[in-house]
């Protein structure tokens, strides 16, 4: 038996709260902790999906699921299935009207968050989503910032096909949006930005300026330990996916992830003419050409061309944007107040 269950049902939950985590021992108690603690009028249920850590997180999770029975589902591994298996199975045990995401190495800091995103998503049924400002967490050098700076209220999927402004740990979506998830979600190397588009599909997004969340940036998670060349490539391979499943649906976002998709492989061969892997830089432009249907020589040009330098007036919101985020090692992480 390579899965294991340990499980107890809520009837009827509004909300289903998805975490996943792979030896999150340090972390995964304030995050549970910031999801059990929620106030408001309606139940949800909790599943996380473990995959197979070996640092005693299953043990810590089987302590909460002691204390709430009837609250949370545990699902663990023997074998590590990795990131993109870990969420589909544990997606497919969700039964809320509405899905909400907490990673296990995030957490909430507001203990109606999840109260105000459901009134909000039940009262406007046009809208398909609702996120909200989060602070993003260094935890290598203990600074902090805040999220999504200047973002309007109102967005819709062409907003996010420009740039993806969700933060993972604010989204609630409404379940009936995507009901069983595409096969083709295994060929991403994370699923974030692909659900969320998906949703988008289906209505506008709300943004809330409220911040009720921190996501927390560590240096050894699966992007940040990527590096640029495979951050690049991830995000050329989500893009690329989103790109034909839109093909014939939406050919207007289609047509702005091309663009995105573009823009990644053009900043991916610069970084490859910087390190003198021109050879690299070729290979990819013939690659991106037949995958975006355009011209190769095209591209190399546009890698070629060096960027214009930044105005003084970048440089000085740069300089005060590094400020902030120093002077903010001097304050204390926002906690969720049990």
């Known amino acids: ?24 021992s340090r972390y995964a108690d304030e995050a549970i902790a910031s999801v059990m603690g929620q106030i408001c009028p309606f139940d949800f249920e909790l599943i996380i999906g473990d995959d197979a850590s070996t640092d005693g997180t299953v043990e810590l999770c089987q302590r909460w699921t002691s204390r709430y029975p009837g609250r949370i589902t545990l699902l663990t591994n023997e074998c590590n299935s990795g990131l ?107 699923y974030d930005y692909a659900l969320h588009m998906l949703n988008a599909e289906h209505g506008k997004i709300w943004y809330m300026p409220r911040c009720m969340a921190v996501y927390r940036k560590r240096s050894n998670a699966l992007w940040s ?46 970084h490859y003419l910087a390190t003198g892997e021109h050879g690299k830089s070729h290979a990819l432009a013939t690659e991106a050409a037949i995958a975006a249907d355009c011209d190769a020589q095209a591209l ?19 300089l005060l944007k590094w400020c902030r985020r120093q002077a903010t090692r001097a304050l204390p992480r926002p906690r969720f107040q049990q």
């Open 300 to 318: 190399e040009a546009t890698a070629a061309t060096p960027l214009p330098p930044l105005s003084m007036r970048q440089h000085v919101l740069n």
């Open 84 to 190: 993109l298996a870990n969420f589909a199975r544990t997606y497919a045990r969700c039964r809320g009207e509405y899905i909400a995401i907490c990673e296990g190495d995030d957490y909430w800091t507001d203990r109606s968050k999840l109260r105000r995103q459901v009134e909000f998503l039940d009262a406007h049924p046009e809208y398909s989503m609702c996120v909200h400002r989060v602070v993003n967490y260094y935890e290598g050098e203990g600074s902090m910032s805040l999220s999504n700076g200047g973002q309007k209220h109102d967005n819709d999927i062409i907003d996010l096909a420009r740039s993806n402004f969700i933060t993972n740990v604010s989204a609630m979506f409404r379940h009936s949006n995507i009901p069983t998830l595409p096969a083709w979600i295994a060929d991403v190397a994370t």
């Open 1 to 24: 038996m390579t899965n294991m269950e340990h499980t107890t049902i809520v009837q009827q939950p509004r909300v289903s709260v998805l975490m996943l985590t792979y030896n999150f």
């Open 225 to 270: 330990r990527a590096g640029q060349e495979k951050q690049y490539r991830m995000a050329m391979k989500v893009r690329l996916t989103l790109m034909r499943h839109f093909d014939g649906r939406r050919d207007d976002v289609a047509a702005l992830l091309r663009k995105t998709y573009l823009d990644n492989a053009v900043a991916l061969m610069r």
